[in-house]
Nanobody
Framework: QVQLVESGGGLVQAGGSLTLSCAAS????????MGWFHQPPGKQRELVAA???????EYVESVKDRFTISRDNSKKTVLLQMNSLKLEDTAVYYC???????????????WGQGTQVTVSS
């Protein structure tokens, strides 16, 4: 069984910074893409940033130049460094990863439990 455990959410003032961390554990054979999604209040969950196993990254336009995604393949972790936070960044942030649990097994998406990020004025 695979688990993704997130940490690092909290309350921060606008303009401040937070770093979210997510660690995969359990029967992990390999990890393909890892990413962060957010779900603002009353809105749908959407992709914020993603990184593949080679370190190629992708960001939603609204966070480019403010957020940085990185990963440590040996530790099976992914980080999201969030700078210059805005009120509209307030959301529940979810870690996600496409993981194979065995060599011949399927690639399947796993989700963390979510962590709240609240940006105040």
């Amino acid at each position: 069984q695979v688990q993704l455990v997130e940490s690092g959410g909290g309350l921060v003032q606008a303009g401040g910074s937070l770093t979210l961390s997510c660690a995969a554990s359990g029967t992990v054979f390999s990890i393909d893409v890892m990413g962060w999604f957010h779900q603002p209040p009353g809105k749908q969950r959407e992709l914020v940033a993603a990184i593949d196993s080679d370190g190629n990254t992708e960001y939603v336009e609204s966070v480019k130049d403010r957020f940085t995604i990185s990963r440590d393949n040996s530790k099976k972790t992914v980080l999201l460094q969030m700078n210059s936070l805005k009120l509209e960044d307030t959301a529940v942030y979810y870690c996600a990863a496409n993981i194979k649990e065995s060599m011949r097994g399927p690639l399947s998406r796993h989700w963390g439990q979510g962590t709240q990020v609240t940006v105040s004025s």
